[in-house]
Nanobody, 123 residues
């Protein structure tokens, strides 16, 4: 069974930065397309960034230019560097699989989710 462990969230002021990490086990990480999702209170979970197994990245318009997704296949770990944070970025952030085709990535999942990591941006 795939295990996903997100970490690195916290409380930060608007304009600040955070770096999230996603440690995975139970899957051949290097062949998976991976992504970061977030869910704000009262809203549906949304995909914010994806990285293909080959390293191609894709971002939602709302985070483009501020967030950077990356992966370290040797460590089975994925990262999300978040800069210039805004109050509307406040959410629980999750990592999971995505399906990348061409220049875009689409939601997918391993059939289970981690506990997520809370990001709170104060104004």
């Amino acid at each position: 069974q795939v295990q996903l462990v997100e970490s690195g969230g916290g409380l930060v002021q608007a304009g600040g930065s955070l770096r999230l990490s996603c440690a995975t086990s139970g899957t051949t990480f290097s062949i998976n397309d991976m992504g970061w999702y977030r869910q704000a209170p009262g809203k549906q979970r949304e995909l914010v960034a994806g990285v293909s197994s080959g390293g191609r990245t894709n971002y939602a318009d709302s985070v483009k230019g501020r967030f950077t997704i990356s992966r370290d296949n040797a460590k089975n770990t994925m990262y999300l560097q978040m800069n210039s944070l805004k109050p509307e970025d406040t959410a629980v952030y999750y990592c999971n699989a995505v399906s990348c085709s061409g220049v875009r990535c689409y939601p997918a999942d391993f059939g289970s989710w981690g506990q997520g990591t809370q990001v709170t941006v104060s104004s």
